[in-house]
């Protein structure tokens, strides 16, 4: 029986081998593109799952009135463990603000290896205790319990030493502050994925910041130490959390009072921060849960089309298989062994379409890691089989139930008299599913023109400096930071550098350096938490900040030590407007003192994060942090090769042995919407697979439906209609269902396109345009996809037609 039913499926796929390559091809792209989504959601849902106990790791988090915050102060980890018998483990870990890259060299006699590397972070000596590694070389275990230790991923290792192994081996680390020597003690593998994307971990016991960290036992300031820890099996996470803030108002009362700030500590599940975690000094860019929901009903939608198309052609070709239920059914089939049948041809072609997907996959696959930032592999994902054997069979099962349901449902004595019933509600159907095909392409047409209107605005939009031609060469080594004014007036002399000047920070990178300030006959209890950076000479006039009063920093003041610049909305805040700032002092407390600075100017509001956030309070000083972590210049010149390569020249003439690295400060600002940038690419992708798609589908049935008409047109052109009539009579019907589903489509993707808009301070207006010129688009590409059955059909011999049988 089973042998007789593979006989005849592939009988009737192969006599209609048309309707056969468009169902197979339209699934098959359908199942690519959802099995493409999965296996990219699977890696994004693996994330920190690998570490043992991973339902008892959690990061201590806090929150003031003004923000969320990841970090948090350094005796938090200590007081957590001495306080909490359900802890079983803490550690932190440290990433300082200006130290994003490090000089890592391996002396190997006269050669040496050196290169900047990024993501190295401090760690405590519990750290793998609490966090699981894949270690290649070393003992997890003890790998951070000696002083001046570091672990290094598999790839840094292997760039520094080759493939040896490198425990026990010393190599120099190169800081702002100075060069100091580390001992390998591990290297861990690469193959694990984590929120944490550290490539070197180093004992928080060193010679360098070690001392730093020792004295941090204020609990009101310096939170920048991530605290995690390990619950001890059986504990109550909500019991924990809810503990936690009478736990920081005990310890740290006298602290938070002298500032005159409150906080509240809570929790985060370990396995939750990469997808739902938002909040201010992350470890590094996290993903995000509201994006795989999106990529997630695009790819069940894309499936579901494919599908569509394999029911409407199949239910509108049941006129020439009737019969053949008929027959079946007088000779004693009966109507199970008939559901059995169809779904049975309908699985086969989603099996054919699973090895055309399957090749597609692999072929797109390259080009989907580029367009993602990944390294997919589908053998790396061993549920990823039961996942492509699912979602087949949900294919098979969805494209061919209602198919099989209405083709069994025929009478015999009725469909062999040539009488179908249920004629009209089954073309009813295949109309509803026409239209929603095209409303899930449209809102993808719409929502793709948003993301990329959205992304063109950001790219844009003034954003009160001038990010253009701006060259930043990073100072990450205490030698070269020694020569910064000789490097400086060099680069002055290159034609084309028009200014130059330093700062701790710049526009569009991470800045956690912020202190309080209140202003005269008023307290800490009163501050205003006012972000800033230390910056050298002539910072304003090189990145073409605006100065709305006052003055900026230039070499004739020699008493800018102990001078601020304002914007707009510090001033603003601190109760000053933007005259009456001049000359007035602000004082905040450091080091336990009261420290005070002079305004000297305001600048007008510009924006120093991204434009998911709106302008908040800032400071330009030149005295409170390092003023020299960055070369900043003003490059006025069309010959950048020849420009680059004499900053780069001036550099090693100056810092022989120390690698040159560079960025402009456009790039890293945009750096910022790399996500939304990303997610609009894919999402233009998806779309234009959802048109082809659907339009494999329309082509189909406008196919069928001049096949079905032939005598009719025939008729007609023998009683004298005129060409373009029946091209419209034939168009008509589909692009009058196109019409229906812009109508639909358009409200929910309003909808949307504004609740992802939300995310941004600064957001672009979804204009009226948007709407019709996405119809005429979806119409446009409606009536070319069944003009070419249509004037085929109309262009036909009557005399043909009538002949034909």
């Known amino acids: ?149 570091l672990v290094l991923s598999e790839n840094v290792a292997e760039k520094l030493f080759g493939d040896v192994d490198p425990v026990g081996k010393v190599i120099r680390v190169g800081l702002v ?28 016991q060193n010679g360098d910041m070690g001392g730093w960290v020792v004295s941090q036992n204020n609990w009101a300031m310096n ?33 938070l009072k002298a500032l005159g700030i409150s906080k509240k500590l809570f929790i985060q599940p370990v396995t939750d921060i990469y997808l739902r975690s938002a909040i201010g000094n992350e470890i590094a860019p996290n993903g995000s849960m509201t994006y795989l929901y999106i990529f997630g009903s695009i790819a069940v939608f894309l499936l579901l089309i494919a599908c569509i198309n394999f029911m409407n052609l199949s239910t509108a070709r049941s006129e020439k298989r009737a019969r053949e239920v008929g027959v079946r059914k007088v000779m004693g089939a009966v109507r199970n062994s008939l559901i059995c049948q169809f779904l049975g041809e309908s699985m086969i072609m989603a099996l054919m379409a699973l090895a055309i997907g399957l090749v597609v996959v692999q072929v797109l696959l390259p080009y ?25 069979l949900f294919t098979g099962l969805v494209a061919g139930l209602y198919p099989a349901l209405y083709l069994s449902s025929f009478k015999p004595v009725s469909v062999l008299k040539g009488r179908l019933v249920n004629v009209t509600s089954a073309g009813l159907l295949r109309k509803g599913l026409v239209v929603f095909q095209f409303t899930v392409s449209i809102i993808l047409i719409l929502g793709a023109i948003v993301i990329s209107k959205q992304l063109s605005f950001l790219q844009n939009r003034n954003l009160g400096f001038d990010k253009e031609q701006k060259l930043v060469v990073p100072f990450r080594n205490q030698k070269a930071a020694a020569n910064f004014y000789a490097f400086k007036e060099e680069v002055l002399r290159i ?57 900026s920093f230039t070499k004739a003041f020699s008493g800018d030590s102990s001078s601020v610049i304002l914007n707009e909305t510090a001033a603003r805040e601190l109760g000053y407007d933007v005259a009456s700032a001049i000359g007035k002092n602000v004082f905040f407390e450091l080091g336990g003192k009261r420290r005070s600075l002079q305004v000297v100017g305001v600048v007008k509001d510009f924006n120093f994060r991204s434009l998911h956030e709106g302008i908040k309070p800032y400071a330009l000083t030149t005295s409170i942090t390092d003023k020299y972590q960055y070369f900043i210049g003003n490059l006025k010149t069309r010959d950048y090769a020849w420009t680059l390569a004499s900053v780069e020249a001036a550099w090693k003439r100056l810092n022989p042995g120390i690698p040159f690295s560079y960025s402009f400060l456009d790039q890293d600002f945009q750096k910022n919407y790399e996500k939304e940038h990303r997610t609009g690419t894919i999402v233009l992708y998806f779309t234009c697979i959802a048109v082809v798609i659907a339009c494999l589908g329309l082509f189909g049935l406008a196919t069928f439906a001049a096949e ?14 005129s060409v373009g009539s029946i091209v419209a009579m034939l168009s008509g019907e589909f692009l009058s269902l196109v ?31 948007i709407f019709p010129a996405t119809g005429l688009f979806a119409i446009g590409i409606a009536l070319l996809t069944v003009s070419f059955q249509s004037i085929k059909a109309a262009l036909m011999n009557p005399v043909k037609s009538l002949r034909s049988e």
């Not at 050298?536 to 006052?550: A, C, F």
Request: aromatic fraction near 12%.
């Open 1 to 149: 029986m089973l042998r007789n039913y593979l006989k005849i499926a592939l009988r009737n796929l192969l006599n209609n081998k048309g309707y056969t390559a468009i169902n197979i091809f339209g699934l098959a792209l359908g199942l690519a593109t959802c099995l493409l989504i999965v296996l990219y959601i699977s890696d994004e849902l693996s994330v920190d799952k690998h570490h043992r106990s991973a339902s008892r790791l959690f990061r201590i988090a806090m929150e003031t009135p003004a923000e969320k915050w990841a970090g948090t102060p350094g005796p938090l980890a200590a007081g957590v463990k001495s306080d909490f018998p359900e802890v079983e483990s803490v550690t932190r870990m440290l990433k300082f603000s200006g130290i994003d890259r490090m000089l890592l060299e391996n002396r190997n006699g006269k050669e040496a290896t050196r290169f900047y590397e990024t993501n190295g972070y401090y760690a405590d000596s519990t750290f793998f205790d609490v966090f699981t590694y894949d270690f290649k070389y070393g003992n997890p275990g003890n790998a951070l319990n000696r002083p001046n230790t």
């Open 177 to 204: 502050f100075g060069d100091f020597d580390y001992t390998v003690s591990g290297v861990f593998r690469n193959s694990r994925k984590s929120h944490i994307d550290a490539r070197y971990f180093l004992s928080m």
């Open 223 to 255: 939170n920048i130490f991530h605290t995690y820890v390990k619950l001890r099996d059986g504990a109550d996470p909500a019991a924990f959390a809810s503990k936690l803030t009478p736990f920081m108002n005990r310890h740290g009362e006298r602290d």
């Open 368 to 392: 989907f890691n580029n367009l993602t930032g990944k390294v997919l592999d589908m053998a790396a994902h061993p549920a990823f089989l039961y996942w492509m054997a699912g979602i087949t």
């Open 495 to 551: 034609p084309g550098v028009a200014a130059a000047t330093s700062g701790s920070v710049y526009p569009g990178i991470e800045n956690i350096e912020d202190l309080l300030f209140y202003t005269e006959n008023r307290t800490i209890h009163d501050a205003v938490d006012v972000h800033f950076a230390t910056v050298g000479d002539d910072y304003v006039e090189t990145l073409g900040l605006q100065m709305v009063s006052g003055r």
């Open 708 to 721: 079905r008409r032939t005598k009719e047109i025939g008729v007609r052109k023998v009683l004298g209609a």
């Open 739 to 769: 019409c229906v589903a812009l109508v639909i489509a358009t409200p929910v993707a309003w909808l949307g396109m504004r609740q992802w808009l939300q995310g941004f301070a600064y957001q672009v207006g979804i204009g009226w345009w």
